[in-house]
């Protein structure tokens, strides 16, 4: 059973900055891709962004060049640095990992909280 451990989380002012962490208890070398999603109360969740094994990056449109994912293999963790911030960036963020194997876990969740 693959835990991932998200941080980072909390409470910050339109314009601000936070990154997040999501550290994996699996060499990431078994990891085939990594990202973050993210759900709004009433929201669907949606993907923000997302890294592959060879470091490709996909984002969603609406935090393309705010926001910057990147992974650590030596520390089994991927992150998201996430600046200019927006009160709809207002979300719990969830880690995604996708194995090579093909299995899917997902993390607890972080909140992030952007006020105006």
């Known amino acids: 059973q693959v835990q991932l451990v998200e941080s980072g989380g909390g409470l910050v002012q339109a314009g601000g900055s936070l990154r997040l962490s999501c550290a994996a208890s699996l060499s990431m070398f078994g990891i085939d891709a990594m990202g973050w999603y993210r759900q709004a109360p009433g929201n669907e969740r949606e993907l923000v962004a997302v890294?592959?094994?060879?470091?490709?990056?996909n984002y969603a449109d609406s935090v393309k060049g705010r926001f910057t994912i990147s992974r650590d293999n030596a520390k089994n963790t991927v992150y998201v640095q996430m600046d200019s911030l927006k009160p709809e960036d207002t979300a719990v963020y969830y880690c995604n990992v996708g194995l090579r194997s093909g299995s899917v876990y997902w993390g607890k969740g972080t909140l992030v909280t952007v006020s105006s």
């Open positions: 890294i592959t094994s060879t470091g490709s990056t």
